[in-house]
């Protein structure tokens, strides 16, 4: 209850900075205010230019949502298939997803398309590619056996990724032109013109945060291992595919907007583990809270870092996210379960 | 009742399990015996429908393979030998897992299953240790623990693989007459594997002795635990003593010629 209030006001605080901080400076409060004004039926003086009111509500808003929604996603994808798996070292990107999106993306830059057309492709191309290299993962690694099956997955997936990798660095190589294109899509950004790919990734969000959080209690049956788990009368087999499916649609929709963005989808779980509790009762809705909180933060710094140019924010992911990890290990009692 | 016609369980070539038949009565207590490799963890693993087996295996008159796993697990409690301790898990929290099978599939525990995971919590006498996470539990608490989360399933079958092996004699004596006293007032039926054959003829109504997935002896304790079957199908040298507590199973240790030294 403490870590739910906790979350709710990380996600309020984080919001208001995103709103806030900027090239144009525009204080916390009026921000606020200024998207309280677009409520049906609302109407608040909120203080600030015509402009301002403008770059709050078709720039910063939308990037900040979208911060949200991503490290919501890739944070609750992260924490179930560390629960599904048993695995704490799993994290979004375990079954191939980063290497299936990676190859997509590739190929919709080197093929020119996003450059000539208004409608870019490669969010759709990731995507696709993500959703595919979990198909053949899955296709490659189930077996009947449900002793093997977790860790002939875990396996598959390892293979997978390698083989999708290789092609889009093949690709890649051919097309020397646009390395740098590709390798700044490859560390993730939040770029955002618009609502377009808020309304676009709110669906999967809904959706996958709903079928993540029906599976919570199933999740910590699991925890008794897949024998125990089914003489308790859970359909084991039925239910990691349930969740897997939906973590990975997730994470697909979150590569597809924002790339490849690290170490959200494992440090984010796990610092709710040392601090919250290992129930993915409080693990789920905490790490939406946080993992949404935690990106925009990250994207915060990424934006104002450098500026005017932008860090990639897989980099500030790491960057803070690692000594800051360590750091909790450290003074926790352990290495924290799954 | 538990019954089971002409049950095989194999893997790839391997008969793990062979022909065999075996009916437990409402309320009865009968005890596995046999060697390691004898096929008895296997043959509890097909009653619980965790293994394919071939032949039939019926639960309180239905045919386990015709139950849904949430029907099965309303019917049969399993205590395996060897738990997969969630870690940092709440023992109260691991007793409330035993009423998954009431639960709706994605709802949480209603207030009914919370007191009922309490009260088994009291009758095993663990409330003290419901606080304590799951990985503190020393092995006697442990065992007491899987047996509580085992009965918050409310089933009317139990089986029990080796529920002893880990524990000190006393800790053995104290969780066996407990699945006992919890036989007579809830009206379990019990299946047991026993590695300890003085114990598994003092609990047990029957007893049935498992080698090669075969059964070679069934019956009461006094017809299977004789010194020619332990020879026979353990390899082992015992004297077979029969005490005012029932029968006691002792290993003599073979007598060599003095080795000179």
Not at chain 1, 8 to 31: C, D, E, F, N
């Amino acid at each position: 209850m403490v870590w739910a209030v906790g979350g709710a006001v990380a996600v309020v605080v984080a919001v208001l900075l995103g709103l806030a901080i900027g090239p144009a400076s525009i204080s916390p409060g009026g921000a606020a205010l200024s998207v309280l004004d677009h409520i049906p039926g609302v109407h608040i003086r909120s203080g600030l230019s015509h402009q301002q009111a403008v770059i709050i509500w078709e720039i910063r808003l939308p990037r900040v949502i979208l911060g949200l929604f991503v490290g919501a996603m890739l944070a609750m994808a992260g924490a179930s298939y560390q629960g599904v798996f048993r695995n704490p070292l799993a994290d979004p990107y375990l079954l191939g997803v980063a290497a299936g999106a990676g190859l997509g993306a590739t190929i919709a830059i080197v093929s020119g398309l996003s450059a000539s057309s208004a409608f870019s492709p490669v969010p759709l191309a990731a995507f696709v590619g993500a959703l595919g290299a979990v198909l053949l993962t899955y296709t490659v690694g189930a077996t009947g056996d449900r002793a093997r099956s977790t860790a002939s997955l875990i396996l598959a997936g390892v293979a997978v990724a390698s083989l999708l990798t290789a092609l889009q660095t093949f690709v890649q190589q051919r097309d020397t032109a646009v390395i740098s294109q590709v390798y700044t899509w490859l560390l993730g950004r939040l770029t955002v013109t618009g609502w377009s790919q808020v309304a676009l990734v709110l669906p999967y969000f809904v959706v996958t945060a709903a079928v993540l959080l029906a599976h919570r209690r199933l999740l910590d049956v699991l925890s008794v291992g897949d024998h125990e788990a089914t003489t308790l009368g859970v359909p084991v087999d039925r239910t990691r595919l349930v969740v897997v499916v939906a973590a990975s649609f997730a994470t697909a929709a979150a590569v597809a907007v924002s790339g490849l963005i690290a170490f959200v989808g494992i440090i984010v779980p796990h610092t709710i583990r040392l601090l919250g509790g290992t129930s993915y009762r409080v693990i789920l809705p905490l790490s939406i809270l946080f993992g949404g909180a935690f990106l925009v933060l990250a994207d915060i710094v990424a934006r104002q870092a450098m500026a005017p140019a932008e860090l990639p924010i897989g980099v500030v992911t790491a960057f803070f996210g690692a000594p800051f990890f360590v750091l909790l290990l450290r003074s926790s009692r352990g290495v924290p379960a799954t | 009742m538990v019954r089971c016609r002409a049950v095989s369980v194999r893997i790839d070539d391997a008969v793990l399990v062979d022909d065999v038949d075996l009916e437990i009565a409402d309320g009865e207590w009968v005890s596995v015996i046999g060697p390691n490799g004898a096929g008895k963890t296997t043959l509890l693993r097909a009653i619980a429908g965790l293994a394919t087996a071939e032949g039939e295996v019926e639960l309180a008159g239905r045919s386990v393979r015709d139950m849904g796993t949430r029907e099965r697990s309303r019917t049969v409690a399993v205590v395996p030998q060897i738990p997969v301790v969630p870690p940092s898990m709440p023992a109260v929290d691991y007793v409330l897992l035993g009423r998954t099978p009431h639960i709706p599939l994605f709802g949480v525990e209603a207030p009914d299953d919370v007191s009922t995971a309490l009260t088994v919590l009291e009758q095993l006498d663990l409330t003290a240790l419901a606080d304590r996470r799951m990985e503190t539990l020393s092995g006697g608490e442990l065992q007491r623990v899987m047996l509580a989360r085992a009965l918050a399933q409310d089933a009317p079958v139990l089986l029990l693989d080796e529920p002893t092996t880990a524990l000190d004699v006393g800790h053995q004596q104290e969780v066996l007459e407990l699945v006992d006293e919890l036989r007579m007032s809830r009206g379990l039926t019990v299946l047991s594997t026993m590695h300890d054959l003085t114990l598994a003829g003092q609990y047990a109504d029957r007893l049935m002795m498992l080698a090669g997935g075969r059964v070679v002896a069934s019956g009461s304790a006094e017809d299977v635990l004789t010194e020619a079957n332990v020879a026979r199908h353990y390899g082992a040298r015992v004297r077979v003593l029969h005490e005012a507590g029932g029968i006691v199973v002792l290993p003599v240790r073979p007598v060599h010629e003095a080795i000179p030294r």
